[in-house]
């Protein structure tokens, strides 16, 4: 027996983006003391008040079916704040509750294409956008941008690209290069939107997250708040990247049909993980304030430590928890750059080459280990560049 032609096409089996963190794990379940700065997964636990919050949930007997959709409370909540955040009124009924914004890109994809219809993303690109355009049946296109441009898509390459498109994938703040979209790029992407009648998918999950600038959702932008669907989670702002919890935005006449998705494939979240979403959505402003500060504070130590060291070239990240490194100058590609590294130093970084072909000769650093041992990582990373420049 054979699978089906739309799940053996989700991965293009060209590479794995994930493999050194699967060789770094191996490593650190052997005993390796290995600094791991691969994955944006946060390195303290989710604080007290929100299990406290998920716990007495649980324990009040939210342990049954859900709304499919979303527990109306949680939904009013979201819908509140998009309103407060965007300016554009927001219906709770415009909200689908998601297993994190995975599972909301997923649904959004599901909603705004068809199979065989192309969609656009742009690169450097989260590893996953490529496998959720070909799991909704979509055909892939990808824009490239230049670090020349600080990650900027360019207005005509951009028109160029979304020809023929029936959606593009918009992420600001950007992972892996920390860019925040300026407003001359926000707009130039709305007017191509309503030219070529697109929808966009604007993955916002780093919205809390920005040191440089100032986020926009495009959903603001004029004409743009019928054709936009937002996807976002509390994964990053409130470290609660395993409670699988996020939501999906979007018109009305649209999100009906997304809550039909839910009902075939999810069947909902668990009611005990939403309740604590909505503590951390109400009463936990400060906890994001916290996870705000941690990483101000640990991107001005990677600007201090990294900033103007031999062999490396960085643009300050405007937002997100990484910083994006171009290694070129060592004469070596990332993966190679990546595999060296934990071979010689016992610490992993993502190679560029999982994030595109746009951000080949580069390496992502998560900023995920507590200040010290990420100090002495970025140092003995950054000798690391140094020493393979010379050979170079």
């Given at each position: 027996m054979r699978p089906s032609l739309r799940i053996a096409g989700v991965s293009s089996g060209t590479s794995d983006a994930w493999e050194i963190y699967f060789r770094a794990s191996e490593r650190i379940a052997a005993g390796a003391p290995v600094a791991m700065l691969t994955i944006g997964d946060h390195d303290w636990p989710t604080e007290a008040p929100i299990l406290d919050a998920m716990d007495a949930s649980a324990r009040a007997g939210q342990t049954g079916y859900a709304h499919m959709s979303g527990i109306p409370p949680l939904r009013a909540a979201i819908a509140e704040q998009m309103t407060a955040q965007t300016g554009i009124s927001t219906t709770p009924e415009q909200i689908q509750v998601t297993p994190g914004g995975q599972g909301a890109l997923y649904a959004a994809f599901m909603a705004c294409i068809d199979p065989g219809d192309r969609a656009l993303i742009i690169a450097p690109y989260y590893a996953t956008y490529p496998d959720t355009v070909r799991a909704a049946s979509g055909v892939l296109s990808v824009l490239d941008t230049r670090s020349e441009d600080?990650?900027?898509?360019?207005?005509?390459?951009?028109?160029?690209?979304?020809?023929?498109?029936?959606?593009?994938?918009?992420?600001?703040?950007?992972?892996?290069?920390?860019?925040?979209y300026s407003e001359a790029t926000l707009a130039a992407i709305a007017e191509i939107a309503v030219a070529q009648d697109l929808w966009v998918i604007s993955d916002e999950v780093y919205a809390t997250q920005?040191?440089?600038?100032?986020?926009?959702?495009?959903?603001?932008?004029?004409?743009?708040?019928?054709?936009?669907?937002?996807?976002?989670?509390?994964?990053?702002?409130?470290?609660?990247?395993?409670?699988?919890?996020?939501?999906?935005?979007?018109?009305?006449?649209?999100?009906?049909?997304?809550?039909?998705?839910?009902?075939?494939?999810?069947?909902?979240?668990?009611?005990?993980?939403?309740?604590?979403?909505?503590?951390?959505?109400?009463?936990?402003?400060?906890?994001?304030?916290?996870?705000?500060?941690?990483?101000?504070?640990?991107?001005?130590?990677?600007?201090?430590?990294?900033?103007?060291?031999?062999?490396?070239?960085?643009?300050?990240?405007?937002?997100?928890?990484?910083?994006?490194?171009?290694?070129?100058?060592?004469?070596?590609?990332?993966?190679?750059?990546?595999?060296?590294?934990?071979?010689?130093?016992?610490?992993?970084?993502?190679?560029?080459?999982?994030f595109g072909d746009a951000a080949a000769g580069h390496v992502r650093v998560a900023l995920t280990l507590e200040d010290a041992r990420l100090e002495d990582a970025l140092r003995r990373l950054a000798g690391f560049a140094a020493r393979h420049a010379r050979e170079g």
């Open positions: 600080g990650f900027q898509p360019q207005r005509a390459a951009l028109e160029a690209a979304c020809a023929g498109c029936r959606a593009i994938l918009v992420n600001s703040p950007h992972n892996p290069t920390g860019a925040v920005v040191y440089a600038g100032a986020h926009r959702s495009l959903r603001a932008l004029p004409g743009m708040a019928e054709r936009t669907l937002v996807v976002n989670s509390l994964s990053k702002s409130h470290v609660m990247t395993g409670f699988r919890i996020g939501w999906l935005a979007g018109p009305p006449e649209i999100m009906r049909y997304v809550a039909d998705l839910g009902m075939a494939t999810t069947y909902g979240v668990p009611g005990f993980i939403q309740e604590a979403a909505l503590f951390a959505l109400r009463d936990g402003a400060a906890i994001g304030a916290r996870t705000h500060a941690v990483y101000a504070r640990r991107r001005a130590l990677a600007l201090d430590i990294l900033g103007g060291a031999n062999g490396l070239r960085m643009l300050p990240p405007q937002g997100a928890m990484y910083v994006f490194l171009d290694i070129r100058a060592t004469g070596l590609s990332g993966k190679a750059f990546a595999n060296r590294l934990l071979d010689e130093e016992e610490i992993a970084v993502m190679p560029g080459e999982s």
